[in-house]
Protein backbone atom coordinates (compact mmCIF):
# COMPACT_ATOMS: atom_id res chain seq x y z
CA UNK A 1 0.00 0.00 0.00
CA UNK A 2 1.25 3.55 -0.75
CA UNK A 3 1.94 5.54 1.56
CA UNK A 4 0.19 9.24 2.06
CA UNK A 5 2.32 12.20 1.49
CA UNK A 6 4.22 13.05 3.94
CA UNK A 7 2.46 16.09 6.22
CA UNK A 8 5.61 18.54 4.75
CA UNK A 9 5.38 17.45 1.12
CA UNK A 10 1.33 17.61 1.58
CA UNK A 11 1.64 20.97 3.59
CA UNK A 12 3.71 22.69 0.72
CA UNK A 13 1.51 21.66 -2.05
CA UNK A 14 -1.49 23.10 -0.24
CA UNK A 15 0.28 26.46 0.28
CA UNK A 16 0.89 26.46 -3.28
CA UNK A 17 -2.39 25.77 -3.86
CA UNK A 18 -3.93 28.45 -2.38
CA UNK A 19 -1.25 31.26 -2.16
CA UNK A 20 1.18 30.01 -4.65
CA UNK A 21 -1.03 29.93 -8.09
CA UNK A 22 0.63 30.52 -11.36
CA UNK A 23 -0.64 34.11 -11.93
CA UNK A 24 -2.38 34.58 -15.19
CA UNK A 25 -0.49 34.48 -18.47
CA UNK A 26 -0.29 37.37 -20.10
CA UNK A 27 -2.12 38.03 -23.65
CA UNK A 28 -0.20 36.31 -26.68
CA UNK A 29 1.51 38.61 -28.22
CA UNK A 30 3.84 36.66 -31.34
CA UNK A 31 2.10 34.58 -33.78
CA UNK A 32 3.57 31.68 -32.47
CA UNK A 33 1.91 32.20 -28.46
CA UNK A 34 -1.34 33.46 -30.98
CA UNK A 35 -1.12 29.74 -32.70
CA UNK A 36 -0.77 27.64 -29.49
CA UNK A 37 -3.33 29.33 -27.50
CA UNK A 38 -5.60 29.15 -30.22
CA UNK A 39 -5.16 25.35 -30.75
CA UNK A 40 -5.56 25.13 -27.06
CA UNK A 41 -8.75 26.72 -26.85
CA UNK A 42 -9.71 24.64 -29.78
CA UNK A 43 -8.52 21.39 -28.01
CA UNK A 44 -10.73 21.70 -25.14
CA UNK A 45 -13.67 21.99 -27.02
CA UNK A 46 -13.29 19.11 -30.13
CA UNK A 47 -10.99 16.02 -30.42
CA UNK A 48 -7.31 16.56 -31.43
CA UNK A 49 -8.04 14.82 -34.89
CA UNK A 50 -11.18 17.12 -35.59
CA UNK A 51 -8.81 20.78 -35.56
CA UNK A 52 -7.72 22.30 -38.78
CA UNK A 53 -5.53 24.52 -39.49
CA UNK A 54 -7.92 26.96 -40.78
CA UNK A 55 -9.66 26.24 -37.51
CA UNK A 56 -6.45 27.38 -35.76
CA UNK A 57 -5.92 30.52 -37.70
CA UNK A 58 -8.97 31.62 -37.55
CA UNK A 59 -9.25 31.77 -33.82
CA UNK A 60 -5.56 33.11 -33.42
CA UNK A 61 -6.09 35.68 -36.07
CA UNK A 62 -3.37 34.78 -37.78
CA UNK A 63 -3.20 34.23 -41.89
CA UNK A 64 -2.33 30.53 -42.77
CA UNK A 65 1.30 31.78 -44.28
CA UNK A 66 1.72 32.81 -41.10
CA UNK A 67 0.53 29.74 -39.07
CA UNK A 68 2.88 27.96 -41.74
CA UNK A 69 5.53 29.88 -40.84
CA UNK A 70 5.58 28.90 -37.27
CA UNK A 71 4.52 25.29 -37.37
CA UNK A 72 4.08 22.28 -39.45
CA UNK A 73 1.37 20.29 -37.61
CA UNK A 74 -0.73 19.75 -34.61
CA UNK A 75 1.50 18.22 -33.18
CA UNK A 76 4.22 20.82 -33.16
CA UNK A 77 2.02 23.00 -31.49
CA UNK A 78 1.64 20.52 -29.02
CA UNK A 79 5.23 19.91 -28.83
CA UNK A 80 5.37 23.86 -27.82
CA UNK A 81 3.08 23.67 -25.47
CA UNK A 82 5.25 20.91 -23.45
CA UNK A 83 7.98 22.72 -23.93
CA UNK A 84 6.56 25.69 -22.72
CA UNK A 85 5.38 24.19 -19.54
CA UNK A 86 8.75 22.37 -18.85
CA UNK A 87 10.05 25.87 -18.70
CA UNK A 88 7.23 27.11 -16.16
CA UNK A 89 8.30 24.25 -13.96
CA UNK A 90 12.12 24.72 -14.60
CA UNK A 91 12.21 28.57 -14.04
CA UNK A 92 10.29 28.34 -10.46
CA UNK A 93 12.51 28.36 -7.40
CA UNK A 94 13.44 24.87 -6.23
CA UNK A 95 16.09 25.40 -3.57
CA UNK A 96 13.86 24.32 -0.84
CA UNK A 97 13.49 21.12 -1.93
CA UNK A 98 17.70 19.95 -0.92
CA UNK A 99 17.05 18.18 2.17
CA UNK A 100 13.85 15.86 0.88
CA UNK A 101 14.22 12.46 -0.44
CA UNK A 102 14.18 12.03 -4.10
CA UNK A 103 10.81 10.56 -3.68
CA UNK A 104 9.68 14.09 -2.24
CA UNK A 105 11.45 15.94 -4.40
CA UNK A 106 10.13 14.33 -7.27
CA UNK A 107 6.69 14.97 -6.34
CA UNK A 108 7.13 18.61 -5.59
CA UNK A 109 8.34 18.93 -8.73
CA UNK A 110 5.36 17.16 -10.62
CA UNK A 111 2.88 19.39 -8.48
CA UNK A 112 4.49 22.33 -10.10
CA UNK A 113 4.17 20.74 -13.41
CA UNK A 114 0.26 20.50 -12.69
CA UNK A 115 -0.09 23.88 -11.41
CA UNK A 116 1.61 25.30 -14.73
CA UNK A 117 -0.82 23.06 -16.46
CA UNK A 118 -4.20 24.02 -14.47
CA UNK A 119 -5.32 27.09 -17.47
CA UNK A 120 -5.76 23.75 -20.12
CA UNK A 121 -7.10 21.14 -17.99
CA UNK A 122 -9.94 21.21 -20.36
CA UNK A 123 -7.33 20.23 -22.84
CA UNK A 124 -5.34 17.73 -21.04
CA UNK A 125 -8.62 16.12 -20.62
CA UNK A 126 -9.88 16.13 -24.37
CA UNK A 127 -6.00 15.04 -25.44
CA UNK A 128 -6.14 11.91 -23.08
CA UNK A 129 -9.63 10.89 -24.94
CA UNK A 130 -8.12 11.22 -28.20
CA UNK A 131 -4.98 9.54 -27.17
CA UNK A 132 -7.49 6.57 -25.87
CA UNK A 133 -8.96 6.20 -29.66
CA UNK A 134 -5.46 6.50 -31.51
CA UNK A 135 -2.64 4.45 -31.13
CA UNK A 136 -0.17 6.46 -33.22
CA UNK A 137 -1.07 9.88 -31.47
CA UNK A 138 -0.22 7.60 -28.17
CA UNK A 139 3.06 6.59 -29.32
CA UNK A 140 3.72 10.26 -30.51
CA UNK A 141 2.79 11.58 -27.17
CA UNK A 142 4.83 8.88 -25.42
CA UNK A 143 7.97 10.12 -27.23
CA UNK A 144 7.06 13.72 -26.48
CA UNK A 145 6.34 13.23 -22.74
CA UNK A 146 9.37 11.12 -22.61
CA UNK A 147 11.71 13.92 -23.38
CA UNK A 148 9.76 16.29 -21.03
CA UNK A 149 10.34 13.94 -17.77
CA UNK A 150 13.74 13.92 -17.91
CA UNK A 151 13.80 17.61 -17.77
CA UNK A 152 11.46 16.82 -14.60
CA UNK A 153 13.75 13.58 -13.19
CA UNK A 154 16.37 16.50 -13.72
CA UNK A 155 14.94 19.12 -11.95
CA UNK A 156 14.26 17.30 -8.89
CA UNK A 157 18.09 15.93 -8.83
CA UNK A 158 17.75 12.56 -10.29
CA UNK A 159 19.95 10.77 -13.42
CA UNK A 160 17.96 11.48 -16.50
CA UNK A 161 20.98 10.62 -18.38
CA UNK A 162 22.15 7.24 -20.59
CA UNK A 163 19.68 4.46 -20.69
CA UNK A 164 19.30 4.29 -16.48
CA UNK A 165 18.01 7.76 -17.22
CA UNK A 166 16.26 6.42 -20.73
CA UNK A 167 14.29 3.91 -18.96
CA UNK A 168 13.60 6.34 -15.61
CA UNK A 169 11.67 8.74 -18.07
CA UNK A 170 9.74 6.30 -20.11
CA UNK A 171 8.33 4.62 -16.68
CA UNK A 172 7.74 8.44 -15.25
CA UNK A 173 5.85 9.04 -18.05
CA UNK A 174 3.57 6.44 -17.93
CA UNK A 175 3.20 6.90 -14.62
CA UNK A 176 2.39 10.77 -15.16
CA UNK A 177 -0.26 10.15 -17.23
CA UNK A 178 -2.40 8.05 -14.51
CA UNK A 179 -2.12 11.11 -12.10
CA UNK A 180 -3.33 13.44 -15.26
CA UNK A 181 -6.05 10.98 -15.38
CA UNK A 182 -7.27 11.49 -11.94
CA UNK A 183 -6.35 15.36 -12.29
CA UNK A 184 -8.54 15.99 -14.76
CA UNK A 185 -10.95 14.32 -12.70
CA UNK A 186 -10.12 16.48 -9.60
CA UNK A 187 -12.20 19.12 -8.86
CA UNK A 188 -11.23 19.55 -4.83
CA UNK A 189 -9.50 22.77 -4.55
CA UNK A 190 -7.15 21.25 -2.27
CA UNK A 191 -6.20 18.26 -5.15
CA UNK A 192 -6.30 15.77 -2.13
CA UNK A 193 -7.22 12.98 -4.91
CA UNK A 194 -4.33 14.25 -7.10
CA UNK A 195 -1.87 14.39 -4.45
CA UNK A 196 -2.88 11.16 -3.68
CA UNK A 197 -3.06 9.43 -7.45
CA UNK A 198 0.60 11.09 -7.78
CA UNK A 199 1.72 9.52 -4.10
CA UNK A 200 0.65 5.73 -5.46
CA UNK A 201 2.30 6.65 -9.02
CA UNK A 202 6.00 7.50 -7.38
CA UNK A 203 5.80 4.50 -5.10
CA UNK A 204 5.36 2.34 -7.70
CA UNK A 205 7.71 3.59 -9.43
CA UNK A 206 10.00 3.62 -6.38
CA UNK A 207 9.10 -0.84 -6.11
CA UNK A 208 10.10 -0.90 -9.87
CA UNK A 209 13.50 0.89 -9.84
CA UNK A 210 15.88 -1.89 -8.30
CA UNK A 211 14.43 -4.06 -11.54
CA UNK A 212 15.50 -1.11 -13.86
CA UNK A 213 19.00 -0.52 -12.44
CA UNK A 214 19.49 -4.41 -12.66
CA UNK A 215 18.27 -4.42 -16.30
CA UNK A 216 20.73 -1.38 -17.43
CA UNK A 217 23.54 -3.48 -15.49
CA UNK A 218 23.46 -6.18 -17.61
CA UNK A 219 24.65 -4.30 -20.62
CA UNK A 220 27.12 -2.85 -19.21
CA UNK A 221 28.44 -6.26 -18.13
CA UNK A 222 28.29 -7.36 -21.54
CA UNK A 223 29.86 -4.52 -22.88
CA UNK A 224 32.97 -5.22 -20.24
CA UNK A 225 33.14 -8.38 -22.08
CA UNK A 226 34.26 -6.98 -25.14
CA UNK A 227 37.03 -4.81 -25.00
CA UNK A 228 37.23 -1.79 -27.60
CA UNK A 229 33.51 -1.63 -27.46
CA UNK A 230 32.40 -0.33 -24.48
CA UNK A 231 33.29 3.58 -24.89
CA UNK A 232 32.06 4.19 -27.80
CA UNK A 233 28.53 2.34 -26.73
CA UNK A 234 28.19 4.37 -23.72
CA UNK A 235 28.65 8.02 -26.07
CA UNK A 236 26.11 6.17 -27.89
CA UNK A 237 23.65 5.81 -25.47
CA UNK A 238 24.38 9.45 -24.10
CA UNK A 239 23.47 10.62 -27.25
CA UNK A 240 20.38 8.73 -27.94
CA UNK A 241 19.28 10.24 -24.07
CA UNK A 242 19.31 13.20 -25.03
CA UNK A 243 18.41 13.82 -28.68
Not at 37 to 43: K, S, T
Not at 106 to 115: A, I, N, P, W
Not at 145 to 157: D, E, K
Request: net charge positive; glycine share 8%.
Amino acid sequence: MARKPSRRTAAKSARRSSAGRLAPASAPTTDRDKIVAAFLALLAEKPFEDIGFSDIAGRGGVTLTQLRSEFTSTLAMLAAQIKATDRAVLAADLSDMAEESPRERLFDVLMRRLEALAPHRAAVRSLLRSARRNPALALALNGLAVRSQQWMLTAAGIGASGPRGVLRAQGLAVLFASVLRAWVQDDDPGQARTMAALDRALGRGQRLAGFVDELCYIPSRICRLRPGRRGRGDEDYEEAAVV
